[in-house]
């Protein structure tokens, strides 16, 4: 297996040469998540975030609606020169883990489900995504580093 790695990085560089693609052939290798602070309440979120995504930007705005049961409502958007898309949700603050589900669903696409992972002092976050093709461009993710602003 180890000797198809060279002509598959190839193929993978004229692939990507032509269709001017390179970010879907290399990914970024994923940065480990904070620890998330199960301590942080919901009304100590800040409510603008923004951070390189795997491909791209991604910009994240909350606000939040009830912070004793951790409702927000989000903005979860992405953007490089090759897509962009964006999801409107209501979320769950939970433990550490913001939960966004879409706010309208998409018919007949797949369940999407967006985690943000809070770190302790609610200044850094990691976005991960699950099914959420249908709200974005194919080279995009939900997937990334976000800074408190």
Known sequence: MAGL???LRSVCVLFASVLSALPA???QAPVP???ASAALPASRLAAQW???ALVGQLRLRLIVLDAERGTVAAALTVGSPQCSGG?????QWQQGTLV???YRP???AAACEVRVRVDANGRQAWVSETGCGAYRGAA???EGQLQAR
Do not use: I, Q, Y
């Not at 999801?87 to 979320?91: A, Q, R, V």
């Open 25 to 27: 052939c290399w990914a």
């Open 140 to 142: 995009c993710v939900f």
């Open 106 to 108: 998409e018919p007949d």
């Open 87 to 91: 999801l409107d949700s209501l979320g």
């Open 5 to 7: 790695e060279k002509p």
């Open 100 to 102: 966004l589900k879409p």
């Open 50 to 52: 923004d951070g390189p």
């Open 33 to 35: 998540a904070p620890a």
